[in-house]
């Protein structure tokens, strides 16, 4: 069944992202995709897709968007206050929105989370390149135009018919991460913590703060100065994670849309576990780091794999779905 979704507002970063281009990297394509590729993946489970399908990445809030017919959505990420038509809409739920529905973000709520994911059930109509679907602002491809969204953009969704069983769907507390205000996020020791090992210290010592010069391929962090290096390197390969020491000692964290090589020293790698919670960081949000080894990093990676093969539960009675709807 083809509909359509007409974007009434767009937010500051309104963009289609999935599970990214990891196979890219070899060309220079940067990994993309979701910036928190848990929560994109319980929204399409809520939504009856695959985990790693297209879905709407909405960046603090300031976006509605209208659809044709009716449709089954999964939302998960963070509260940025969204609603349908007048009703609440709660993270980590699934909803039927009737034909004609306006879904609306308003803003952050509860102190923490930056990015929520909405999914539809069935398949975006969004452009496929080199090996995905999702925006590379960089390249100006995948998604819609390889840009972001903006009002008066129309999406045309080829859409399972929606059953009120649908919306029935929700996503237990006990496998998420541990989102929230303030997140400790781990890292093991980097190619360069060895020959720079005041700055790793440093790093774990402080209380870091999102500077403005933030974006999808990275976040500037302010808090300390680190000692770096004054002579520069030959460029190497970097991932998603990493924790790029300039000369001026202020440490980039890279995220999803980082380039595929760098010549500044990484001195720690967040660990692929916690990238989830470093995704819902916007400017001025704070957070700290903590050494972990590897075998801990493994482990937390497969937890989450876990969490995500046990699929939704489903509320037969309603009754949580209720209970949600007074809470929001």
């Known amino acids: 069944m083809a509909t359509f979704l007409d974007i009434i507002a767009a937010g500051p970063l309104l963009t289609i992202q999935d599970g990214g281009r990891p196979a890219a990297r070899r060309y220079g394509v940067p990994p993309g995709g979701a910036m928190d590729r848990f929560a994109l ?24 968007l209208r659809c044709s017919t009716a449709i089954t959505i999964g939302l998960a990420g963070a509260d940025l206050q969204a609603r349908l038509n007048d009703t609440p809409l709660v993270p980590w739920y699934s909803a039927v929105a009737p034909a004609g529905s306006t879904i609306t973000f308003g803003g952050r709520r509860g102190g923490w989370g930056g990015r929520a994911y909405l999914a539809v059930a069935g398949e975006l109509a969004v452009e496929w390149a080199i090996g995905g679907a999702g925006t590379c602002l960089a390249g100006g491809f995948g998604g819609y135009q390889g840009r972001a969204l903006r009002a008066g953009d129309r999406i045309i969704v080829h859409a399972r018919s929606a059953m009120a069983a ?78 790029q020491l300039p000369p001026d000692g202020r440490p980039i964290l890279l995220m999803a849309d980082a380039q595929t090589t760098g010549g500044y020293p990484v001195i720690a790698v967040v660990i692929g576990a916690d990238l989830p ?17 590897l075998a801990t990093a493994y482990a937390a990676l497969a937890e989450q794999a876990a969490w995500l093969a046990a699929g939704p539960e489903d509320d037969e009675s309603g009754e949580l779905l209720a209970q949600a709807g007074a809470i929001g």
């Open 41 to 64: 993946a319980v929204a399409n489970r809520l939504a009856g897709n695959q985990p790693h399908a297209p879905a709407f990445e909405i960046t603090a809030g300031g976006t509605q």
């Open 166 to 243: 649908d919306g029935m769907r929700w996503w237990p507390s006990n496998r998420r991460p541990p989102y929230g205000p303030q997140p400790r996020l781990r890292v093991i020791p980097g190619p360069h913590a060895d020959q720079l090992p005041m700055a790793w210290i440093g790093l774990l010592s402080a209380t870091w703060q999102i500077e403005q010069a933030a974006s999808r391929q990275g976040y500037r962090l302010a808090g300390a100065i680190l000692p770096s290096f004054t002579h520069s390197l030959a460029s190497f390969g970097i991932v998603p994670g990493a924790i």
């Open 277 to 293: 919670l470093a995704a819902q960081l916007l400017p001025s949000d704070r957070l700290v780091f903590a050494a972990t080894d």
